[in-house]
């Protein structure tokens, strides 16, 4: 029996965040993995991720404000490069397009509207369709850097990482709670699950969880014809796809929310067929700098509530993080500190928590 003040259940992304928080602020802090580092059986593997502050919603746009502060930090703290101004663009249905024009508006976040041409004077690689609103903050994010960064300061800061370790069990103990491995048993004062599509089995017996959909997403990288510049973007339509410049891949694309249902345990790691044709003529009409091939195709998991919220609550010593829906990993950093702000007994976050509607 090994006794620390918190236990994380998850080493991708947002455990380390929560991790690395906690540990900082002095806490002791063992997370445990049930995979090696850099696995690709989850959501956080991968070289990039799409960063912006461009959404409808005031509320996203100022957790995104305090998520690049996080990664700023974390920036600072390594001397690693983390977060890259490309620009993002959104362009295509102009309902979706222009709620997010309001909400940058109203949030005082700088933008602009172009106009085709100048859309494509400025990107000569990609075509764009309906109104276009350019947001210069936005970009991408070294995925892989970023979690090996996050998991150095934690170790640094005396956390202690243990990796091809699942959590076995998980339960009450006194006012704390108990997580038993294959090989050992902790006590904490509180647990941290950010277990992501393992997260509903792991605590679905335990706590009334919302429903929580997983769906397996296929993603595609392709070759541009030559060097041009690519800012990361979003075509919003009945299906919405996305892109962003992956260094040393090529620009990669993928459709949101459109992958099979599957569980952790029963996901296949094989590539949508339906998708990848779907994005290779979506690249030939669209994206004219790349060769419509794809050059490497990679599979991942999405933990999906109903209305693409997260759930980050606490109950009694346990604390759920489960951001989620295909757009958390660029708020590691904000999700993590209000990880450890639960607990250290703080609120949640009133439309985060458990009993939020959904």
Same mark, same amino acid.
């Given at each position: 029996?090994?006794?620390?003040?918190?236990?994380?259940?998850?080493?991708?992304?947002?455990?380390?965040?929560?991790?690395?928080?906690?540990?900082?602020?002095?806490?002791?802090?063992?997370?445990?993995?049930?995979?090696?580092?850099?696995?690709?059986?989850?959501?956080?593997?991968?070289?990039?991720?799409?960063?912006?502050?461009?959404?409808?919603?005031?509320?996203?746009?100022?957790?995104?404000?305090?998520?690049?502060?996080?990664?700023?930090?974390?920036?600072?703290?390594?001397?690693?490069?983390?977060?890259?101004?490309?620009?993002?663009?959104?362009?295509?249905?102009?309902?979706?397009?222009?709620?997010?024009?309001?909400?940058?508006?109203?949030?005082?976040?700088?933008?602009?509207?172009?106009?085709?041409?100048?859309?494509?004077?400025?990107?000569?690689?990609?075509?764009?369709?309906?109104?276009?609103?350019?947001?210069?903050?936005?970009?991408?994010?070294?995925?892989?850097?970023?979690?090996?960064?996050?998991?150095?300061?934690?170790?640094?800061?005396?956390?202690?990482?243990?990796?091809?370790?699942?959590?076995?069990?998980?339960?009450?103990?006194?006012?704390?709670?108990?997580?038993?491995?294959?090989?050992?048993?902790?006590?904490?004062?509180?647990?941290?699950?950010?277990?992501?599509?393992?997260?509903?089995?792991?605590?679905?017996?335990?706590?009334?969880?919302?429903?929580?959909?997983?769906?397996?997403?296929?993603?595609?990288?392709?070759?541009?014809?030559?060097?041009?510049?690519?800012?990361?973007?979003?075509?919003?339509?009945?299906?919405?796809?996305?892109?962003?410049?992956?260094?040393?891949?090529?620009?990669?694309?993928?459709?949101?929310? &459109?992958?099979?249902?599957?569980?952790? @345990?029963?996901? %296949? +790691? *094989?590539? !949508?067929?339906?998708?990848?044709?779907? #994005? $290779?003529?979506?690249?030939?009409?669209?994206?004219?700098?790349?060769?419509?091939?794809?050059?490497?195709?990679? &599979?991942?998991?999405?933990?999906?509530? @109903?209305?693409? %919220? +997260? *759930?980050? !609550?606490?109950?009694?010593?346990?604390? #759920? $993080?489960?951001?989620?829906?295909?757009?958390?990993?660029?708020?590691?950093?904000?999700?993590?500190?209000?990880?450890?702000?639960?607990?250290?007994?703080? @609120?949640?976050?009133?439309?985060?928590?458990?009993?939020?509607?959904?």
């Amino acid at each position: 029996m090994q006794t620390v003040d918190a236990v994380v259940v998850g080493g991708g992304i947002m455990g380390s965040a929560s991790a690395s928080c906690l540990a900082r602020r002095g806490w002791s802090v063992v997370v445990l993995e049930q995979f090696e580092p850099e696995h690709t059986r989850g959501s956080s593997h991968g070289r990039s991720r799409i960063c912006r502050l461009a959404y409808p919603d005031p509320f996203w746009i100022e957790l995104a404000r305090a998520a690049w502060d996080g990664w700023r930090e974390l920036e600072a703290d390594t001397g690693i490069e983390l977060l890259v101004r490309t620009g993002a663009i959104d362009h295509g249905d102009p309902g979706g397009v222009q709620a997010i024009e309001t909400a940058l508006a109203a949030a005082a976040v700088p933008f602009e509207m172009l106009d085709r041409a100048e859309a494509e004077r400025r990107w000569p690689g990609m075509r764009f369709d309906g109104p276009i609103c350019h947001q210069p903050d936005g970009g991408r994010l070294a995925a892989g850097a970023a979690l090996r960064a996050l998991n150095d300061r934690f170790e640094q800061l005396g956390g202690v990482m243990r990796w091809n370790t699942p959590a076995r069990a998980l339960e009450r103990a006194g006012e704390g709670a108990r997580v038993v491995t294959d090989d050992e048993t902790y006590e904490a004062a509180v647990v941290i699950v950010a277990a992501g599509a393992w997260l509903e089995p792991l605590l679905g017996p335990q706590l009334a969880l919302p429903r929580l959909v997983v769906t397996q997403e296929s993603a595609f990288h392709f070759a541009p014809r030559e060097s041009l510049p690519w800012p990361s973007f979003i075509h919003h339509g009945a299906v919405a796809r996305y892109g962003l410049e992956t260094p040393g891949e090529g620009v990669k694309v993928a459709e949101h929310h &459109t992958g099979p249902e599957m569980t952790a @345990a029963t996901r %296949d +790691f *094989v590539v !949508d067929d339906g998708a990848r044709d779907r #994005v $290779v003529r979506f690249v030939e009409t669209w994206l004219p700098g790349l060769a419509p091939q794809p050059v490497s195709e990679v &599979t991942c998991l999405y933990t999906n509530t @109903a209305n693409e %919220d +997260f *759930v980050l !609550d606490r109950v009694g010593p346990i604390i #759920v $993080v489960s951001p989620c829906s295909g757009h958390g990993f660029k708020f590691a950093p904000v999700i993590g500190r209000m990880a450890a702000d639960l607990a250290d007994g703080a @609120a949640p976050v009133s439309r985060f928590a458990l009993t939020a509607p959904r």
